[in-house]
Protein backbone atom coordinates (compact mmCIF):
# COMPACT_ATOMS: atom_id res chain seq x y z
CA UNK A 1 0.00 0.00 0.00
CA UNK A 2 1.44 3.37 -0.76
CA UNK A 3 2.05 6.03 1.99
CA UNK A 4 0.29 8.36 -0.15
CA UNK A 5 -1.98 8.65 -2.72
CA UNK A 6 -3.48 10.71 -4.65
CA UNK A 7 -6.56 10.48 -6.81
CA UNK A 8 -8.15 12.85 -9.48
CA UNK A 9 -7.36 15.63 -7.19
CA UNK A 10 -8.56 18.69 -8.36
CA UNK A 11 -8.45 22.46 -6.82
CA UNK A 12 -9.85 25.59 -8.02
CA UNK A 13 -8.73 28.84 -6.41
CA UNK A 14 -12.31 31.08 -7.74
CA UNK A 15 -12.70 30.05 -11.28
CA UNK A 16 -8.99 29.27 -11.68
CA UNK A 17 -8.28 25.33 -12.64
CA UNK A 18 -5.41 24.69 -10.03
CA UNK A 19 -4.44 21.31 -9.77
CA UNK A 20 -6.48 19.15 -12.82
CA UNK A 21 -6.79 15.86 -12.16
CA UNK A 22 -3.62 14.93 -10.28
CA UNK A 23 -2.74 11.15 -9.46
CA UNK A 24 0.50 10.61 -7.75
CA UNK A 25 1.34 7.35 -5.76
CA UNK A 26 4.29 7.55 -3.14
CA UNK A 27 5.74 4.66 -1.21
CA UNK A 28 7.08 4.60 2.25
CA UNK A 29 10.52 5.64 2.03
CA UNK A 30 10.52 6.83 -1.42
CA UNK A 31 11.60 10.83 -2.40
CA UNK A 32 9.55 12.19 -4.86
CA UNK A 33 10.37 15.45 -6.65
CA UNK A 34 8.22 17.91 -7.98
CA UNK A 35 9.61 19.93 -11.05
CA UNK A 36 7.26 22.62 -13.12
CA UNK A 37 7.29 26.60 -13.86
CA UNK A 38 6.36 29.25 -11.34
CA UNK A 39 2.02 28.72 -10.80
CA UNK A 40 1.89 25.07 -12.48
CA UNK A 41 0.15 23.90 -8.66
CA UNK A 42 3.47 22.71 -7.11
CA UNK A 43 2.67 24.58 -3.67
CA UNK A 44 -0.75 23.77 -4.21
CA UNK A 45 -0.14 20.42 -4.45
CA UNK A 46 1.53 19.84 -0.99
CA UNK A 47 -0.34 22.44 0.42
CA UNK A 48 -3.49 20.15 0.06
CA UNK A 49 -1.64 16.92 0.89
CA UNK A 50 -1.40 17.89 4.65
CA UNK A 51 -4.84 19.98 4.20
CA UNK A 52 -3.36 23.43 4.65
CA UNK A 53 -6.05 23.87 1.84
CA UNK A 54 -9.72 22.45 0.97
CA UNK A 55 -9.68 20.87 -2.22
CA UNK A 56 -13.15 20.16 -5.00
CA UNK A 57 -12.28 16.94 -5.95
CA UNK A 58 -10.71 13.57 -5.78
CA UNK A 59 -9.17 12.17 -3.04
CA UNK A 60 -5.65 11.79 -0.37
CA UNK A 61 -5.32 8.51 1.38
CA UNK A 62 -2.51 8.12 4.23
CA UNK A 63 -2.09 4.85 4.52
CA UNK A 64 -5.21 4.09 3.00
CA UNK A 65 -7.14 6.53 4.85
CA UNK A 66 -8.42 9.59 3.48
CA UNK A 67 -6.95 12.44 5.18
CA UNK A 68 -9.65 14.08 6.09
CA UNK A 69 -10.97 10.64 7.86
CA UNK A 70 -12.36 11.42 11.27
CA UNK A 71 -9.70 9.18 12.67
CA UNK A 72 -6.96 11.42 12.57
CA UNK A 73 -8.54 13.82 15.46
CA UNK A 74 -8.05 17.52 15.01
CA UNK A 75 -4.83 17.49 14.53
CA UNK A 76 -3.38 13.85 14.04
CA UNK A 77 -2.20 14.40 10.32
CA UNK A 78 -0.46 17.51 11.25
CA UNK A 79 1.25 15.28 13.01
CA UNK A 80 2.26 12.62 10.52
CA UNK A 81 2.41 15.38 7.51
CA UNK A 82 5.27 17.93 8.42
CA UNK A 83 5.97 21.00 5.85
CA UNK A 84 8.72 23.60 5.47
CA UNK A 85 8.34 26.75 3.48
CA UNK A 86 10.21 28.84 1.23
CA UNK A 87 10.32 31.64 3.63
CA UNK A 88 11.38 29.34 6.68
CA UNK A 89 8.15 30.83 8.93
CA UNK A 90 10.02 30.68 12.47
CA UNK A 91 8.14 32.47 15.03
CA UNK A 92 10.31 35.33 15.74
CA UNK A 93 9.17 35.77 19.32
CA UNK A 94 9.79 32.25 20.05
CA UNK A 95 13.55 30.92 20.74
CA UNK A 96 14.81 28.23 18.95
CA UNK A 97 14.30 25.72 21.31
CA UNK A 98 10.55 27.57 21.98
CA UNK A 99 10.03 27.04 17.99
CA UNK A 100 10.96 23.65 18.11
CA UNK A 101 9.00 22.45 21.23
CA UNK A 102 5.90 24.54 20.32
CA UNK A 103 3.80 21.51 18.46
CA UNK A 104 4.70 18.82 21.23
CA UNK A 105 4.21 20.48 23.99
CA UNK A 106 0.97 22.61 23.37
CA UNK A 107 -0.57 20.39 20.37
CA UNK A 108 0.39 16.65 21.41
CA UNK A 109 0.81 17.23 25.42
CA UNK A 110 4.36 16.13 25.78
CA UNK A 111 5.90 17.22 29.23
CA UNK A 112 8.49 20.45 29.17
CA UNK A 113 11.40 18.42 30.12
CA UNK A 114 10.56 15.44 27.53
CA UNK A 115 9.97 18.01 24.83
CA UNK A 116 13.47 20.19 25.21
CA UNK A 117 15.78 16.68 25.50
CA UNK A 118 14.27 15.65 22.06
CA UNK A 119 14.64 19.03 20.48
CA UNK A 120 18.26 19.24 21.66
CA UNK A 121 18.78 15.67 20.54
CA UNK A 122 17.28 16.55 17.21
CA UNK A 123 19.31 20.05 17.33
CA UNK A 124 22.74 18.24 18.12
CA UNK A 125 22.17 15.51 15.36
CA UNK A 126 22.20 18.08 13.25
CA UNK A 127 24.65 20.13 14.19
CA UNK A 128 22.63 22.89 15.30
CA UNK A 129 23.17 22.44 19.36
CA UNK A 130 24.81 26.17 19.50
CA UNK A 131 21.17 27.31 18.06
CA UNK A 132 19.34 26.68 21.23
CA UNK A 133 18.47 29.39 22.92
CA UNK A 134 19.23 31.92 19.87
CA UNK A 135 15.78 34.14 17.97
CA UNK A 136 15.39 33.27 14.54
CA UNK A 137 16.29 36.85 13.87
CA UNK A 138 19.93 36.12 15.13
CA UNK A 139 20.63 33.15 13.10
CA UNK A 140 21.40 33.30 8.99
CA UNK A 141 18.72 32.26 6.44
CA UNK A 142 20.52 28.63 6.09
CA UNK A 143 20.26 28.10 9.93
CA UNK A 144 17.03 29.73 10.06
CA UNK A 145 15.56 26.72 7.85
CA UNK A 146 17.51 23.95 9.48
CA UNK A 147 15.62 24.50 12.24
CA UNK A 148 12.04 25.17 10.36
CA UNK A 149 13.33 21.20 9.05
CA UNK A 150 13.64 20.18 12.41
CA UNK A 151 10.95 21.73 13.68
CA UNK A 152 8.70 20.05 11.33
CA UNK A 153 10.61 16.86 12.61
CA UNK A 154 9.64 16.95 16.15
CA UNK A 155 6.65 15.45 16.32
CA UNK A 156 8.42 12.54 14.29
CA UNK A 157 6.50 12.65 11.18
CA UNK A 158 6.04 10.02 8.48
CA UNK A 159 6.00 11.95 5.58
CA UNK A 160 7.72 15.52 4.96
CA UNK A 161 6.74 17.62 2.26
CA UNK A 162 9.27 21.25 1.24
CA UNK A 163 8.02 23.44 -0.97
CA UNK A 164 11.57 25.31 -2.65
CA UNK A 165 13.29 25.27 1.07
CA UNK A 166 16.40 26.61 -0.34
CA UNK A 167 14.43 29.29 -2.65
CA UNK A 168 14.94 32.53 -0.36
CA UNK A 169 18.76 31.72 0.56
CA UNK A 170 21.77 33.10 -0.91
CA UNK A 171 23.72 30.48 -2.97
CA UNK A 172 26.36 29.91 -0.66
CA UNK A 173 23.56 28.82 2.62
CA UNK A 174 22.13 26.16 0.16
CA UNK A 175 24.31 23.40 0.68
CA UNK A 176 23.72 23.06 4.21
CA UNK A 177 20.17 22.84 3.76
CA UNK A 178 20.29 20.18 1.27
CA UNK A 179 22.47 18.22 3.60
CA UNK A 180 19.83 17.85 5.83
CA UNK A 181 17.53 16.64 3.32
CA UNK A 182 20.21 13.79 1.87
CA UNK A 183 20.79 13.03 5.82
CA UNK A 184 16.69 12.72 5.84
CA UNK A 185 17.00 10.78 2.74
CA UNK A 186 19.58 8.30 4.01
CA UNK A 187 17.38 7.84 7.61
CA UNK A 188 14.39 6.61 4.82
CA UNK A 189 12.07 9.51 4.97
CA UNK A 190 9.22 9.90 3.34
CA UNK A 191 9.64 12.56 1.38
CA UNK A 192 8.09 15.35 -1.67
CA UNK A 193 10.08 18.07 -2.31
CA UNK A 194 9.62 21.26 -4.42
CA UNK A 195 12.08 22.27 -5.41
CA UNK A 196 14.44 24.80 -8.14
CA UNK A 197 17.55 23.21 -7.73
CA UNK A 198 17.51 20.31 -10.54
CA UNK A 199 20.74 19.23 -9.88
CA UNK A 200 19.44 18.07 -6.10
CA UNK A 201 16.20 16.86 -7.44
CA UNK A 202 18.57 14.48 -10.00
CA UNK A 203 20.72 13.04 -7.06
CA UNK A 204 18.34 12.71 -4.04
CA UNK A 205 14.94 12.15 -5.82
CA UNK A 206 13.83 9.12 -6.87
CA UNK A 207 11.21 9.67 -9.18
CA UNK A 208 10.35 13.29 -10.66
CA UNK A 209 7.20 14.57 -11.31
CA UNK A 210 6.87 18.11 -14.51
CA UNK A 211 3.60 19.78 -13.36
CA UNK A 212 2.63 21.90 -15.98
CA UNK A 213 -1.37 23.72 -15.38
CA UNK A 214 -2.24 21.83 -12.49
CA UNK A 215 -1.21 18.22 -14.58
CA UNK A 216 1.47 15.73 -13.72
CA UNK A 217 2.93 15.21 -17.22
CA UNK A 218 5.89 13.41 -17.43
CA UNK A 219 6.76 11.41 -14.03
CA UNK A 220 9.71 8.87 -13.88
CA UNK A 221 13.19 7.84 -12.62
CA UNK A 222 15.36 10.83 -12.44
CA UNK A 223 18.36 9.69 -14.70
CA UNK A 224 15.83 9.34 -17.42
CA UNK A 225 13.80 12.83 -17.41
CA UNK A 226 16.96 14.64 -17.28
CA UNK A 227 18.53 12.75 -20.01
CA UNK A 228 15.65 11.75 -22.02
CA UNK A 229 12.54 13.84 -21.42
CA UNK A 230 9.59 11.96 -23.29
CA UNK A 231 6.89 15.43 -23.31
CA UNK A 232 7.81 18.19 -25.55
CA UNK A 233 6.97 20.33 -22.81
CA UNK A 234 9.43 19.04 -20.79
CA UNK A 235 12.09 19.37 -23.02
CA UNK A 236 11.29 22.75 -23.32
CA UNK A 237 10.67 23.29 -19.27
CA UNK A 238 14.62 21.52 -19.43
CA UNK A 239 15.78 23.64 -22.05
CA UNK A 240 15.06 27.07 -20.18
CA UNK A 241 16.60 25.30 -17.17
CA UNK A 242 19.37 24.74 -19.14
CA UNK A 243 20.03 27.64 -19.98
CA UNK A 244 19.11 29.41 -17.48
CA UNK A 245 22.75 27.82 -15.44
CA UNK A 246 20.18 25.51 -13.25
CA UNK A 247 20.93 21.90 -14.23
CA UNK B 1 28.54 21.35 -3.06
CA UNK B 2 26.89 24.07 -3.94
CA UNK B 3 24.53 23.65 -6.94
CA UNK B 4 22.47 26.61 -7.05
CA UNK B 5 24.55 27.71 -10.12
CA UNK B 6 24.52 31.91 -9.33
CA UNK B 7 21.59 33.94 -9.42
CA UNK B 8 21.60 37.13 -11.34
CA UNK B 9 21.86 39.18 -8.06
CA UNK B 10 24.54 37.20 -6.38
CA UNK B 11 25.67 40.85 -4.43
CA UNK B 12 22.27 39.98 -2.48
CA UNK B 13 24.85 37.96 0.32
CA UNK B 14 26.57 41.17 0.72
CA UNK B 15 23.63 42.90 1.65
CA UNK B 16 22.09 40.05 3.77
CA UNK B 17 25.29 38.83 5.77
CA UNK B 18 23.76 37.70 8.73
CA UNK B 19 25.52 36.56 12.05
CA UNK B 20 27.20 33.27 12.01
CA UNK B 21 29.09 33.72 9.49
CA UNK B 22 32.52 33.88 9.53
CA UNK B 23 33.71 36.92 10.46
CA UNK B 24 34.96 39.54 8.22
CA UNK B 25 37.91 41.76 8.63
CA UNK B 26 36.79 44.34 11.36
CA UNK B 27 36.21 48.11 9.04
CA UNK B 28 38.29 51.23 10.27
CA UNK B 29 37.23 52.34 13.10
CA UNK B 30 34.44 54.96 13.33
CA UNK B 31 35.81 58.64 13.47
CA UNK B 32 35.79 59.81 16.87
CA UNK B 33 35.46 63.85 17.07
CA UNK B 34 32.26 64.43 16.49
CA UNK B 35 30.89 67.81 14.43
CA UNK B 36 29.41 69.97 17.27
CA UNK B 37 28.22 72.58 15.18
CA UNK B 38 25.12 71.86 14.06
CA UNK B 39 23.75 70.71 17.90
CA UNK B 40 25.41 74.25 18.90
CA UNK B 41 23.22 76.17 16.51
CA UNK B 42 19.84 74.26 17.25
CA UNK B 43 20.25 74.96 21.05
CA UNK B 44 21.00 78.51 20.32
CA UNK B 45 17.80 79.03 17.94
CA UNK B 46 15.40 77.32 20.41
CA UNK B 47 16.74 79.72 23.12
CA UNK B 48 16.86 82.76 21.20
CA UNK B 49 13.12 81.78 19.91
CA UNK B 50 11.16 80.53 23.20
CA UNK B 51 13.56 83.34 24.84
CA UNK B 52 12.01 85.94 22.63
CA UNK B 53 8.69 84.75 23.20
CA UNK B 54 8.95 84.62 27.42
CA UNK B 55 9.98 88.73 26.83
CA UNK B 56 7.11 89.53 24.73
CA UNK B 57 4.71 87.86 27.12
CA UNK B 58 6.34 88.83 30.50
CA UNK B 59 6.29 92.77 28.93
CA UNK B 60 2.67 92.30 27.89
CA UNK B 61 0.06 94.56 30.14
CA UNK B 62 -2.33 92.27 30.93
CA UNK B 63 0.68 89.51 31.66
CA UNK B 64 0.53 90.16 35.53
CA UNK B 65 -2.97 89.93 35.80
CA UNK B 66 -3.16 86.40 34.17
CA UNK B 67 -0.24 85.62 36.26
CA UNK B 68 -2.23 86.17 39.22
CA UNK B 69 -5.52 84.67 38.28
CA UNK B 70 -3.58 81.49 36.52
CA UNK B 71 0.29 81.02 38.46
CA UNK B 72 -0.49 82.29 41.55
CA UNK B 73 2.04 79.89 43.56
CA UNK B 74 0.19 80.40 47.17
CA UNK B 75 -2.86 79.21 45.23
CA UNK B 76 -1.58 76.74 43.74
CA UNK B 77 0.26 74.99 46.59
CA UNK B 78 -2.95 75.40 48.58
CA UNK B 79 -5.08 73.22 46.43
CA UNK B 80 -2.52 71.01 45.27
CA UNK B 81 -3.08 68.54 48.28
CA UNK B 82 -6.85 67.91 47.08
CA UNK B 83 -6.24 68.25 43.22
CA UNK B 84 -3.72 65.34 44.08
CA UNK B 85 -5.95 63.27 45.60
CA UNK B 86 -8.54 63.65 42.91
CA UNK B 87 -5.22 62.86 40.56
CA UNK B 88 -5.04 59.86 42.22
CA UNK B 89 -8.53 59.14 41.56
CA UNK B 90 -7.69 59.52 37.75
CA UNK B 91 -4.90 57.11 37.74
CA UNK B 92 -7.47 54.64 39.28
CA UNK B 93 -9.97 54.93 37.04
CA UNK B 94 -7.48 54.98 34.33
CA UNK B 95 -5.40 52.06 35.24
CA UNK B 96 -9.04 49.87 35.73
CA UNK B 97 -9.68 51.28 32.07
CA UNK B 98 -6.86 49.98 30.67
CA UNK B 99 -7.33 46.28 31.92
CA UNK B 100 -11.08 46.24 31.07
CA UNK B 101 -10.50 47.81 27.32
CA UNK B 102 -7.80 45.29 26.89
CA UNK B 103 -9.59 42.68 28.04
CA UNK B 104 -12.57 43.50 25.76
CA UNK B 105 -10.96 44.31 22.81
CA UNK B 106 -9.30 41.29 22.68
CA UNK B 107 -12.73 39.37 22.95
CA UNK B 108 -13.87 41.49 20.32
CA UNK B 109 -11.15 41.38 18.29
CA UNK B 110 -11.39 37.66 18.86
CA UNK B 111 -14.83 37.27 17.61
CA UNK B 112 -14.11 39.34 14.46
CA UNK B 113 -10.92 37.14 13.33
CA UNK B 114 -11.82 33.31 14.24
CA UNK B 115 -13.01 31.99 11.12
CA UNK B 116 -16.24 29.54 10.55
CA UNK B 117 -19.31 29.50 9.57
CA UNK B 118 -20.65 28.96 13.13
CA UNK B 119 -18.93 32.21 14.61
CA UNK B 120 -20.26 35.09 12.06
CA UNK B 121 -22.93 35.70 14.53
CA UNK B 122 -20.12 36.61 16.73
CA UNK B 123 -18.43 38.16 13.68
CA UNK B 124 -20.96 40.22 13.11
CA UNK B 125 -21.47 41.55 16.57
CA UNK B 126 -17.84 43.21 16.47
CA UNK B 127 -18.46 44.40 13.25
CA UNK B 128 -21.76 46.22 14.34
CA UNK B 129 -20.07 46.83 17.59
CA UNK B 130 -17.38 48.98 16.92
CA UNK B 131 -19.24 50.88 13.77
CA UNK B 132 -21.21 51.88 16.77
CA UNK B 133 -19.21 52.79 19.51
CA UNK B 134 -16.80 54.51 17.26
CA UNK B 135 -19.17 56.72 15.58
CA UNK B 136 -20.59 57.77 18.97
CA UNK B 137 -19.10 60.69 21.47
CA UNK B 138 -17.26 59.77 24.41
CA UNK B 139 -18.97 62.65 26.44
CA UNK B 140 -22.73 61.43 25.23
CA UNK B 141 -21.88 57.54 26.18
CA UNK B 142 -20.44 59.17 29.83
CA UNK B 143 -23.80 61.14 30.12
CA UNK B 144 -26.01 58.54 29.27
CA UNK B 145 -24.46 55.61 31.12
CA UNK B 146 -23.42 57.68 34.44
CA UNK B 147 -26.98 59.90 34.62
CA UNK B 148 -28.88 57.54 33.02
CA UNK B 149 -28.71 54.20 34.27
CA UNK B 150 -28.30 55.08 37.95
CA UNK B 151 -31.63 57.36 37.32
CA UNK B 152 -33.21 53.88 36.17
CA UNK B 153 -32.70 52.50 39.54
CA UNK B 154 -32.61 48.93 38.31
CA UNK B 155 -32.35 46.34 40.63
CA UNK B 156 -29.30 44.68 41.04
CA UNK B 157 -27.39 46.61 38.91
CA UNK B 158 -24.69 49.21 41.03
CA UNK B 159 -26.06 52.66 41.27
CA UNK B 160 -22.25 54.50 41.42
CA UNK B 161 -22.39 57.25 38.66
CA UNK B 162 -18.52 56.20 38.63
CA UNK B 163 -18.92 52.36 38.05
CA UNK B 164 -20.96 53.34 35.19
CA UNK B 165 -18.73 55.97 33.94
CA UNK B 166 -15.98 53.53 33.58
CA UNK B 167 -18.40 51.15 31.56
CA UNK B 168 -18.91 53.85 29.07
CA UNK B 169 -15.36 55.09 28.42
CA UNK B 170 -14.64 51.36 28.23
CA UNK B 171 -16.95 50.24 25.96
CA UNK B 172 -16.29 53.77 23.51
CA UNK B 173 -12.67 52.76 23.42
CA UNK B 174 -13.30 49.20 23.16
CA UNK B 175 -13.89 49.81 19.93
CA UNK B 176 -10.84 51.64 18.75
CA UNK B 177 -8.31 49.33 20.48
CA UNK B 178 -10.01 46.59 18.57
CA UNK B 179 -9.16 48.17 15.18
CA UNK B 180 -6.19 48.28 16.62
CA UNK B 181 -4.81 44.62 17.84
CA UNK B 182 -6.96 44.01 14.39
CA UNK B 183 -4.31 45.68 12.45
CA UNK B 184 -1.09 44.25 14.45
CA UNK B 185 -3.07 40.99 13.44
CA UNK B 186 -3.51 41.55 9.96
CA UNK B 187 0.52 42.61 9.90
CA UNK B 188 1.79 39.21 10.81
CA UNK B 189 2.37 37.45 7.50
CA UNK B 190 0.26 34.58 6.63
CA UNK B 191 2.95 32.17 6.56
CA UNK B 192 3.10 32.36 10.34
CA UNK B 193 -0.67 31.20 9.97
CA UNK B 194 0.34 28.77 7.55
CA UNK B 195 3.09 27.18 10.03
CA UNK B 196 1.30 27.04 12.61
CA UNK B 197 -1.83 25.38 11.06
CA UNK B 198 0.88 22.65 9.42
CA UNK B 199 2.03 22.13 13.30
CA UNK B 200 -1.25 21.39 14.41
CA UNK B 201 -2.05 23.85 16.45
CA UNK B 202 -6.09 24.89 16.58
CA UNK B 203 -7.24 28.46 15.60
CA UNK B 204 -7.22 29.44 19.19
CA UNK B 205 -4.13 28.20 20.07
CA UNK B 206 -2.17 29.39 16.52
CA UNK B 207 -3.91 32.72 18.14
CA UNK B 208 -2.54 32.53 21.33
CA UNK B 209 1.29 31.48 20.66
CA UNK B 210 1.83 32.80 17.62
CA UNK B 211 -0.11 35.51 16.20
CA UNK B 212 -1.07 37.42 18.90
CA UNK B 213 2.19 37.51 20.48
CA UNK B 214 3.99 39.06 16.91
CA UNK B 215 0.58 41.32 16.97
CA UNK B 216 1.20 42.60 20.22
CA UNK B 217 4.61 43.75 19.29
CA UNK B 218 3.12 45.47 16.17
CA UNK B 219 0.62 47.65 17.80
CA UNK B 220 2.31 48.67 21.12
CA UNK B 221 3.07 52.18 20.08
CA UNK B 222 -0.50 52.89 18.84
CA UNK B 223 -1.97 50.94 22.15
CA UNK B 224 0.30 53.61 24.36
CA UNK B 225 -1.25 56.36 22.26
CA UNK B 226 -4.57 55.16 23.04
CA UNK B 227 -3.82 55.45 26.64
CA UNK B 228 -2.48 58.66 26.66
CA UNK B 229 -5.97 59.65 24.99
CA UNK B 230 -7.90 57.55 26.95
CA UNK B 231 -6.08 59.47 30.66
CA UNK B 232 -7.20 62.87 29.10
CA UNK B 233 -10.44 61.00 28.99
CA UNK B 234 -11.40 60.11 31.92
CA UNK B 235 -10.76 63.64 33.14
CA UNK B 236 -14.35 63.86 31.42
CA UNK B 237 -15.84 61.77 34.49
CA UNK B 238 -15.59 64.75 36.44
CA UNK B 239 -18.92 65.87 34.72
CA UNK B 240 -20.59 63.29 36.64
CA UNK B 241 -19.79 64.93 39.86
CA UNK B 242 -16.81 62.80 40.58
CA UNK B 243 -14.09 64.03 42.76
CA UNK B 244 -11.12 63.83 40.26
CA UNK B 245 -8.42 66.28 39.81
CA UNK B 246 -10.41 68.15 37.59
CA UNK B 247 -13.52 68.65 39.80
CA UNK B 248 -11.71 69.22 42.86
CA UNK B 249 -9.57 72.21 41.10
CA UNK B 250 -12.89 73.72 40.33
CA UNK B 251 -14.30 73.21 43.76
CA UNK B 252 -11.23 75.45 44.62
CA UNK B 253 -11.67 77.48 41.71
CA UNK B 254 -15.41 78.30 43.18
CA UNK B 255 -14.45 79.17 46.24
CA UNK B 256 -11.54 81.43 45.58
CA UNK B 257 -11.62 82.88 41.86
CA UNK B 258 -8.81 81.82 41.06
CA UNK B 259 -7.80 79.46 38.01
CA UNK B 260 -4.32 78.42 39.69
CA UNK B 261 -5.94 75.19 40.89
CA UNK B 262 -6.75 74.21 36.83
CA UNK B 263 -2.57 74.64 36.25
CA UNK B 264 -2.00 72.30 38.81
CA UNK B 265 -4.42 69.77 37.51
CA UNK B 266 -2.96 70.48 33.76
CA UNK B 267 0.81 69.86 35.36
CA UNK B 268 0.22 66.65 36.90
CA UNK B 269 -1.80 65.75 33.56
CA UNK B 270 1.80 66.43 31.94
CA UNK B 271 3.90 64.71 34.41
CA UNK B 272 2.13 61.77 33.62
CA UNK B 273 1.26 61.73 29.69
CA UNK B 274 4.49 63.40 28.47
CA UNK B 275 6.81 60.83 29.34
CA UNK B 276 4.32 58.04 28.14
CA UNK B 277 4.53 59.69 24.53
CA UNK B 278 8.71 59.59 24.94
CA UNK B 279 8.03 56.12 25.64
CA UNK B 280 5.95 55.57 22.56
CA UNK B 281 8.35 57.13 20.23
CA UNK B 282 11.24 55.46 21.70
CA UNK B 283 9.63 51.97 20.97
CA UNK B 284 8.49 53.45 17.49
CA UNK B 285 12.02 54.14 16.72
CA UNK B 286 13.26 50.68 18.09
CA UNK B 287 10.70 48.90 15.75
CA UNK B 288 11.74 50.74 12.69
CA UNK B 289 15.38 49.96 13.16
CA UNK B 290 14.48 46.40 13.46
CA UNK B 291 12.74 46.00 10.44
CA UNK B 292 15.07 47.82 8.60
CA UNK B 293 17.78 45.23 9.48
CA UNK B 294 15.27 42.91 8.39
CA UNK B 295 14.72 40.50 10.64
CA UNK B 296 11.78 38.44 9.08
CA UNK B 297 10.86 37.99 5.92
N1 LIG C 1 -4.31 31.70 -2.14
C1 LIG C 1 -4.49 31.75 -3.47
N2 LIG C 1 -5.54 32.42 -3.99
C2 LIG C 1 -5.75 32.48 -5.32
N3 LIG C 1 -4.94 31.91 -6.23
C3 LIG C 1 -3.87 31.23 -5.79
C4 LIG C 1 -3.58 31.12 -4.39
N4 LIG C 1 -2.45 30.39 -4.25
C5 LIG C 1 -2.06 30.08 -5.49
N5 LIG C 1 -2.90 30.56 -6.42
C6 LIG C 1 -2.80 30.37 -7.88
O1 LIG C 1 -2.71 29.00 -8.12
C7 LIG C 1 -1.77 28.74 -9.14
C8 LIG C 1 -0.80 27.72 -8.66
O2 LIG C 1 -0.06 28.27 -7.59
P1 LIG C 1 1.09 27.49 -6.85
O3 LIG C 1 1.56 28.37 -5.76
O4 LIG C 1 0.62 26.14 -6.48
O5 LIG C 1 2.20 27.38 -7.97
P2 LIG C 1 3.69 26.88 -7.86
O6 LIG C 1 3.86 25.81 -8.84
O7 LIG C 1 4.00 26.56 -6.45
O8 LIG C 1 4.49 28.16 -8.32
P3 LIG C 1 5.86 28.75 -7.75
O9 LIG C 1 6.96 28.00 -8.43
O10 LIG C 1 5.83 30.17 -8.19
O11 LIG C 1 5.85 28.59 -6.29
C9 LIG C 1 -1.16 30.06 -9.51
O12 LIG C 1 -1.74 30.50 -10.70
C10 LIG C 1 -1.51 30.97 -8.39
O13 LIG C 1 -1.71 32.27 -8.87
MG1 LIG D 1 5.21 27.46 -4.96
Redesign the interface.
Known amino acids: MPRILVEQLTKYYGDKLVLDGIDLSISAHEVVALIGASGSGKSTLL?CI?R?VDFDAGRILLDGIPIDDESFG??GL??RI??V?Q????????SVLQNIT??PR???GVPRREANEAARALLAMFGMADCVAQY??????G?QQRVAII??LA?NPDVLLLDEV?G?????L??EV??IIRDLKDKGMTMVIVTH?M??ARDVSDRVCFLEGGRILEESPPRELFSRPRHPRTQKFLERIIAA??L | MNRGASSPDDDSTARRAGSGEPVRQKPPARRVERNWTPTLISIFSVVVVFGAAAWFIGRAEQWPRIRRQFFNWDAMVASFPKVLDGFWLNLKVWGICIVAIGVWALVLTLFRVLKGPWLAPLRVFAIVYVDFFRGMPALLLIVLFGFGIPALRLPGLPSSALFWGIVAITLSYAAYATEVYRSGIDAVHDGQRAAAKSLGLTQLQAMRYAILPQAFRNVLPALLNLAIALQKDVAILSILGIRDAVREAEIYKSQTFNYSSYMVAAILFLVTTIPLARLVDYLTRRDRRRRLQGGMI
Open positions: RNLANYRGIFSFNLFPHLLAKVHPEQLSGQRSTTALDPEIGLKEGFGR
